[in-house]
């Protein structure tokens, strides 16, 4: 635990400092492009609510790219293609039709409803392009975010232990005072520290009482200090592994706000929660190859990962699910990825996570902590027995919502008065609730 | 008077009491043997092992532990890339199919997790039943020792299209020549597939196909054959019988595939009818051990006997022979004209003139119970074309053999001329699931996939079409026997395509092929009639059969030998299954291991012993069989109920080739199997050197005068006799004194009851009427809860693991413990005064698992409370909380616990399923591998209770009725296991824990268990 809090100052210092460099180099570098903001952001709203999924600005997608298509077509040519581009090629235009084999007869939704200067918008944003901005934002996460780990009891261990020093060099100079006054000679000696503390020594040496009370110090310490070791073996909340993918639940589940079940969608039927399968991030990441200009990891180690490594982030995630980039199609050639398991209960617990979830409708959160906020996931939770002891001692149950409960909320409404229990009551402290 | 009754475990407990003194007061053997090693005093001073090395070792282990301890292994979790729709982590699915071995035919379900199949239950819907070896073939599906996983070719591996190509060509090459190739099969009860190998004699009509089952019913079905025109074996429909007469046909063990359902059916005591059920056998069997009375006949007298009831029933005279049970027969044959049409004969003779006789008896009755129309199609084996096949592939006479799933090197009697001409054949093909001598001596090895890896259909009778379906992908380079068949016809339609259309055009008429595949069955209709019918004088010659038969059984000389097959091994097809070969015999108790059986007056006579060693194992002496010039080389089990003059030897057994080493157990009986006959006559015995160690589950645990552990009532009692009353109830429960007077032990208690009104009460029935015995539980429970396997060595030692164990009582009728009082016999008279008795005793079985007690003698001596109680009634038990102490199962008056003397997992000693990959496969992964040094027990299925909750939970609503389930209780054919909740009213159980039969096993000791059990009730009153 020790190595982890190190662990975590360290990291923060580090991001500090970073994003202090960060913030010397973006305030250097000024807006350079003058531009109708308004129309840009218009535009881009538009561009990703509409064409994103099928067409980027600077490659091919399931459509062709649109950076710059003002320079490549005339504005009307557009505007009918936009509108409604199967009517369109219905006329006869041959541009059109080119188009159309083009990309294997792949057919573009009409959009009817956009008005010309919604198109003009939209054409406006294809040319010219982002905004760079500075990474204000960013320095105020890094600033906050990060260790909050208390040291407060190493605080009171070290001040315990002063003191504790401080009180036995007292006691050995009060009774090396003692046995000077008693008449015994002082023992000759070189230094004066030296002599001092063989005299301390020897005026322990003398005293039974002080020596029992040293060696009971000694053994309760240790005592104290085995414990507190042994308890946390396998104990492995903070557990923050490696992982093949820098995946950033921050990122989906925090910013983008995709819900924890659309990735777990076992976690409501199934003991396990269940790491997505590949094909459940090809859903979105068929269309999604690469991060916004902006968008930044912050690892704990104080690793800060920018656009072009996130996009080799994602791209992994095509080789993993064999998909060919540049043809737009799935070559068959799948590789699974080896994630790191982070939560691991040991062989005779039995957990089942829809029991949770489904029946109680417990919110992810309670156990796993605020993942919407973790770059990295880590074990947020002891997964001790006596974590999960008090969570049921603590929690009702909810009884009115279930039929399963209304005979057992019956009775005990009517024979014994009581509206509310615990898990714990309804025997969910039973060993073999969880152990079989 | 149940109470009356003395019931014993084993001969020696009759015969020698000191040893079960010693064994009563020693009741614990699983002492630490620490004599073996500390009382030898050589290999103490030739160990090496110095003080200093000593203090290295220690050190290097603490220090190494310590370091591992530091750093946690890295886990990884690798999911899909694409998840296919019907699987989630985590949750099981459930396909229909059904099994046919060639031995095994069932209409099952199959639980999947992952895609992984890890347990096989009847599929209740088909009618279907499963055997301990139907619930045991999920473990074969991953034998990766045994399986073929590669076609080959001489040894040397080989690509299908090689194969198809230089095969197809051989074929023709040997088609234009017109040389004559045979195609050899286990009964497959398939009617596409029986198609598509017509279809493939077309192509080439140089091309016969014979049938040959190892275990063989052919005498029924050449007498079906003779008297009704078709080659089948007959069916019988004993739920409605009221007398049934067996002459040594085990319909509870392997006769005709088994009729246990049928059976127990039309034994319900609470309908006030009952079947009166007569057997004449000479080994005790399964169907013995259940009759009502049990005749003790050898075999050669029981075709006398079958003859003589002949002549009563009908008044004819055919040639036979006076017998000792003549006066039986006389009643019984009044009994059977009474009966009438509800009467039925079944003999278990291999023979077409015995089959004949007891067809023409139930004609003369007028039996609706044998049903000719309906029949079964199991089981076609021919052994007539058989031999004429052995002999001419012997005299050259056949150029190509391809052969699929049988083994006639090791099964045939006269193996070594089929060997012989195997060499003689210009093309010899094996297709096979597993490996064996046959395929080693074939030319080409193709490997076929077991039948949960395939697609099929079965028609066992004719009422259910049962579909196949794969439950997992194929795990090795396997092909399909039809698939292959169809390429070689020139077919190019895949297996599945031809099935379905084929299903779809002749069966299913109309009905959806997706329905019929999600049921596994389609219900044909019943044929109207199922009178036996036919015109048999015309045809056969009843007297001129019957003087046959009684000529042979004349010819009867020496001791009589009855082959038969063990509820466990069967023909020996799945010889490498460890849960099978530990699966202890239901009526010797013994596992691992085939023996001679032999009556105790014989074995008297002859010398063989079975002494009782003080660990409790029990050892044997050997004997040199000889028959029909062959010899073999056996141990000897003395057998209670054993007719004198005749022995018993069990099939299946002394399979070596390919297997394990720790499989390779027992004595190969096939080569006395001549003709595919069980009876061989003439045979010689002598007892020969050597001492044998049988690994039995028999004397351990001793009864130790707890003989109110068993009750049973004859059906007259059970009518008239109030089941509680002080003097004469068959259900009387315990009494203890208090306060000088006599009240029930239930009135009196030590402890205080817990409130179980709130939510589920969990109570199991156990009707011991309807359990036959036949283990199909105790495999389930294997299956179910990851049960280890130990091995021989340790199961003779009485480290046997099973949670649920059948007991086998034998009881002897006549002697009471007041008459033995009444004579002023001592103890050790009594015993003896019952030996006479135990010559054929009544045995009783009895289910035995955890009683999960509500006031659990186990929870209070646990120095570490790892076994608790439980609102809903399960005794629990935290292995993670277990020191191993063993103080539960010292105070356990059940002996159910179990201790896990040794990692059973992952190590190479006990190189069973749990010590390979493929074998891990079938483990449930809701119930926890137990490791080294803890106590385990029935669970009372506690992850399917919890899962069967939180299915109601997340669906929002109350647990249906008998919605809750056990392993044992869906694995049971018969009913007999009945589990569920009792505070719901409408469960099944709640009943029968009220029921005037119900009764609680050593009730006054006051343990108040959560499992029941019903009183046996005999037919017993009649004839």
Known sequence: MKSVELHNRLAVILRISFTVLLLFAFSASSFSQDMDEARQKEGKSLFKSLCASCHKLDKKLVGPMLGGIEGRRENDWLKSWIKNNAEFRASGNADAIAVYEEYNGSNMSAFPQLTDKNIDDILYYTTVGEISKPDVVEAGVAATGGGSTSSAPEWLIYILAAAIIVAFLMIANLLKQVSELKGNTKVESKSNLKRDLQELWIGVKNNTFLKALSVVFLILMTIYVLFGTLYKVGVDQGYQPIQPIVFSHKIHSGDNKIDCQYCHSSAKHSKHSGIPSVNVCMNCHKNIAEVAETTVVELEDGVVLGKAELDKEIAKVYKAAGWDVENLEYTGIEKPIKWVRIHNLPDFVYFNHSQHVTVQGLKCQTCHGPVEEMEEMYQYSPLTMGWCIDCHRETNVELKENEYYAKIHKQLAEKYGVEKVTAAQLGGLECGKCHY | ?1023
């Open chain 2, 1 to 1023: 008077m149940a109470s009356n009754k003395k019931y014993w475990k084993s001969v020696e407990e009759l015969k020698d009491s000191s040893i079960v003194e010693t064994l009563s007061k020693n009741e614990f053997v699983q002492d630490i043997s620490t004599d073996a090693f500390l009382g030898d005093k050589e290999t103490l001073e030739n160990s090496s092992t110095s003080r200093r090395d000593f203090l290295k070792y220690v050190g290097f282990t603490t220090a190494a532990a310590s370091l591992a301890a530091c750093e946690g292994p890295v886990i990884k979790s690798i999911p899909y890339v694409v998840k296919p729709d019907d699987i989630i982590a985590g949750v099981a699915d459930w396909y229909a199919t059904s099994m046919a071995d060639g031995y095994d035919f069932a209409n099952v379900l199959v639980k999947t997790r992952e895609g992984r199949p890890i347990q096989i239950m009847p599929n209740k819907d088909a009618n279907g039943t499963t055997s301990a070896r139907v619930q045991a073939s999920i473990l074969s599906l991953y034998d990766e020792k045994l399986r073929l996983k590669e076609p080959t070719k001489a040894g040397e591996a080989i690509s299908w299209t090689d194969v198809d190509k230089e095969i197809v060509a051989k074929l023709n090459t040997l088609k234009e020549a017109n040389k004559p190739v045979v195609l050899l099969t286990g009964s497959m009860a398939s009617p596409s597939t029986s198609k598509i190998v017509e279809e493939f004699s077309v192509v080439y009509p140089n091309v016969k196909h014979i049938i040959y089952d190892a275990v063989s019913e052919s005498g029924a079905a050449d007498a079906m054959l003779a008297m009704y025109g078709k080659r089948t074996l007959p069916n019988y429909h004993l739920q409605n019988a009221k007398t049934i007469v067996s002459f040594g046909a085990d319909f509870l063990g392997d006769f005709h595939g088994g009729f246990e359902k049928a059976y127990v059916n039309g034994r319900k005591p609470e309908t006030g009818n009952m079947s009166y059920h007569v057997q004449f056998e000479s080994n005790m069997s399964l169907t013995g051990a259940n009759s009502d009375k049990r005749i003790v006949v050898k075999p050669s007298e029981q075709v006398f006997a079958l003859l003589n009831l002949y002549n009563a029933v009908t008044g004819l005279n055919i040639s036979s022979k006076a017998t000792a049970v003549d006066g039986d027969i006389k009643k019984l044959a009044s009994e059977l004209k009474k009966a009438g049409s509800k009467g039925v004969v079944l003999t278990g003779l291999n023979d077409k003139n015995a089959q004949l006789i007891a067809f023409a008896i139930n004609k003369a009755i007028g039996s609706e119970i044998m049903d000719t129309v309906n029949t079964l199609n199991i089981r076609q084996g021919n052994d007539a074309e058989v031999a004429q096949f052995v002999a001419d592939m012997k005299a050259g006479k056949i150029a190509g053999l391809i052969s699929y799933n049988t083994d006639p090197v090791y099964t045939l009697s006269n193996s070594s001329d089929f060997s012989e001409g195997l060499k003689k054949l210009e093309l010899s093909v094996a297709l096979s699931t597993e490996n064996n001598e046959t395929v080693n001596a074939s030319n080409y090895a193709l490997p076929t996939p077991h039948f949960l890896e395939s697609w099929g259909d079965t028609q066992f009778d004719s009422v259910t079409y049962g579909l196949v379906q794969p439950t997992i992908q194929p795990l090795f380079k396997t092909r399909q026997v039809q698939e292959t068949l169809l390429t070689w016809s020139g077919n190019t339609t895949p297996y599945y395509d031809y099935l379905k259309a084929f299903a779809t055009a002749t069966i299913l008429g109309g009905s959806s092929w997706n329905t019929a595949l999600h049921n596994g069955f389609y219900s044909m209709g019943v044929a109207e009639t199922n009178a036996v019918s036919g015109n048999l004088e015309s045809v056969v010659s009843i007297s001129e059969v019957g003087n046959q038969l009684s000529s042979s059984a004349k010819k009867a000389t020496g001791f009589e030998l009855n082959l038969y097959t063990k509820t466990g091994l069967g023909d020996g097809k799945q010889a490498n299954n460890p849960w099978l070969q530990e699966f202890p015999d239901p009526i010797t108790r013994a596992s691992w291991d085939n023996y001679l059986t032999m009556s105790m007056a014989d074995a008297r006579d002859l010398g063989f012993t079975n002494p009782v060693k003080d660990n409790g194992a029990i050892d044997g002496d050997y004997a040199k069989l000889s028959v029909n010039g062959k010899e073999v080389i056996v141990p000897v089990l003395i057998q209670p109920g054993q007719a004198k003059g005749s022995v018993g030897l069990a099939l299946g057994f002394g399979k070596t080739f390919g297997l394990k080493e720790e499989m390779q157990v027992g004595v190969n009986a096939y080569p006395l199997y001549k003709g595919g006959n069980n009876i061989q006559y003439n045979v010689t015995i002598d007892k020969v050197e050597g001492t044998h160690q049988f690994a039995c589950t028999q004397v351990q645990k001793t009864i130790a005068g707890r003989h109110d552990i068993l009750k049973v009532a004859s059906l007259k009692d059970y009518n008239t006799v109030a089941p509680k009353d002080h003097d004469n109830g068959w259900n009387k429960p315990a009494y203890v004194s208090y306060d000088h007077k006599e009240v029930e032990a239930k009135t009196i208690d030590l402890w205080d009851e817990h409130n179980r009104e709130l939510g589920h009460h969990f109570n199991l029935s156990i009707d011991l009427t309807s359990c036959t015995g036949c283990g199909a539980c105790v495999v389930a429970c294997h299956a179910e809860n990851n049960v280890p396997v130990v091995g021989k060595n340790e199961v003779r030692v009485g480290r046997d693991m099973h949670w649920l164990r059948i007991d086998r009582y034998y009881s002897s009728q006549v002697e009471t413990r007041e008459d033995a009082k009444e004579l002023g016999l001592g103890i050790a008279d009594t015993y003896k005064a019952l030996e006479t008795e135990a010559e054929n005793p009544e045995v009783t079985f009895q289910p035995m698992m955890c009683q999960h007690c509500n006031h659990a003698p186990c929870e209070t001596v646990c120095p570490v409370a790892a076994t608790t109680h439980s609102r809903q009634g399960q005794n629990h038990m935290a292995y993670n909380r277990c020191v191993g102490t063993r103080y539960c199962a010292n105070n356990c008056p059940y002996r159910v616990r179990r201790f896990n003397w040794f990692n059973y997992a992952n190590n190479n000693e006990f190189d069973f399923n749990m010590n390979n990959e493929y074998g891990k496969m079938v483990l449930n992964p809701d119930v926890v591998v137990r490791s080294r040094g803890v106590m385990e027990k029935c669970s009372m299925c506690i992850q399917m209770t919890q899962a069967t909750i939180l299915k109601a939970k997340k669906e929002g609503r109350p647990v249906d009725t008998d919605e809750f389930e056990t392993a044992c209780s869906s694995a049971c054919t018969t009913g007999a296991l009945v589990f569920g909740d009792v505070n719901n009213k409408e469960d099944k159980v709640t009943a029968l824990a009220e029921d005037k039969r119900a009764y609680n096993v050593l009730d006054y000791l006051q343990t108040k268990p959560n499992v029941i059990y019903q009183v046996k009730v005999k037919n017993t009153n009649q004839a």
